[in-house]
Structure formats: structure tokens, C-alpha cells
């Protein structure tokens, strides 16, 4: 059995949801460093450039926060086959990360505050070089991926035991 999504199908709209959300608090902290920044110019004397300053602030946070989660779930992708697991993501610089399945050590499932609150769940697979994450998926569905690669991970423990054996 392989899943995978492409262009963001089987993503669940709730990671829509969730990048929305995240990009949102974002937006708002930069919003407010804007802000502050154009307060302090006002207060010292200069209005146009207070102005000018928190306006700006204000339309690349709103620009932010329109457009960059719907860039994100377009482009993050994963693929499971027999043997790896590949995931892409990214906007401007796109990371590919690929675990193969035989040098994985740790399996877990994490659901933090937000992630709870939009229903979806995160992946995280360490091997000895380190951590890959499977974000933004369906809780039910990031269960079944870790049972999936937790049944492949022992079905190759077992064979590797079988041939040491004789």
C-alpha cells in the first residue's frame, strides 16, 4: 500500500485551516512590530514617514497572510512506498527530506495545542541523522501512518533476524 499526496491532495482541509491559523499569529506579531516601529517615528516628529511605515507594515502582513498558507499546502507533498519516506515542502526554498524505512529508530505521533484544535496531528520519525516530520495530516490518518511504518519497520527487523539466524 502507498500514500502519498501530490499538490496537496489528501491533505485534509483542516491543515488548511491550521496553516491559516499559524500564519495568521505570525502576521499579527509582525503587524505589531510595525506598529511599534511607526509609533516611535511618530513620536519623534516624523509623520509621513509613521505613517507610511505602519501602512506598509499593514498591507505586507495582510499580503502575508492571504496568500502564503495556500502556497504552502499547494506545495507540501509526502510519499510512503515499501522502502522510504519522502517529504517536500517549502515556498522560496524547498526542502526534500527522504527517511529510508530500514533506518528509522523512533516512531511517534504529536498533536500540539493548535494541532488539536484544527483535528490534525504530526509524524515525527527519527533516525540516527535525525528527525523528519510529517506534518498537517488527518489525526486518524497519521495514526495509520505510524502503524504502517511501525509494520514495515518490524517486517524488516524480522527478515534481517531471519537471515542471522542461519
Not at 55 to 68: D, F, Q, R, S
Not at 110 to 125: H, W, Y
Not at 131 to 150: E, G, I, N, P
Request: net charge positive; hydrophobic share 50%; aromatic share 8%.
Amino acid at each position: 500500500m502507498e500514500l502519498q499526496a501530490q499538490k496537496g491532495e489528501g491533505l485534509t482541509p483542516n491543515a488548511l485551516r491550521l496553516m491559516r491559523l499559524t500564519t495568521g499569529i505570525k502576521a499579527l506579531i509582525l503587524f505589531a512590530l510595525f506598529a511599534v516601529a511607526g509609533g516611535v517615528t511618530l513620536g519623534t516628529g516624523y509623520t509621513v514617514a509613521g505613517i507610511v511605515l505602519f501602512t506598509v507594515g499593514a498591507a505586507v502582513c495582510l499580503i502575508y497572510w492571504l496568500l502564503m498558507p495556500r502556497f504552502r499546502f499547494r506545495r507540501y507533498r509526502y510519499l510512503l512506498t515499501q522502502d522510504r519516506l519522502e517529504i517536500t515542502e517549502g515556498v522560496l526554498f524547498v526542502h526534500r527530506t527522504v527517511v529510508p524505512v530500514d533506518r528509522i529508530h523512533q516512531i511517534e505521533v504529536s498533536r500540539g495545542p493548535l494541532d488539536s484544535f484544527c483535528g490534525v496531528a504530526c509524524v515525527e520519525v527519527t533516525t540516527a541523522g535525525g528527525t523528519a516530520k510529517l506534518k498537517f495530516l488527518d489525526a486518524q490518518k497519521a495514526d495509520a501512518v505510524a502503524a504502517l511504518l511501525h509494520s514495515r519497520l518490524q517486517a524488516r527487523i524480522g527478515t534481517a533476524q531471519e537471515g542471522s539466524d542461519v
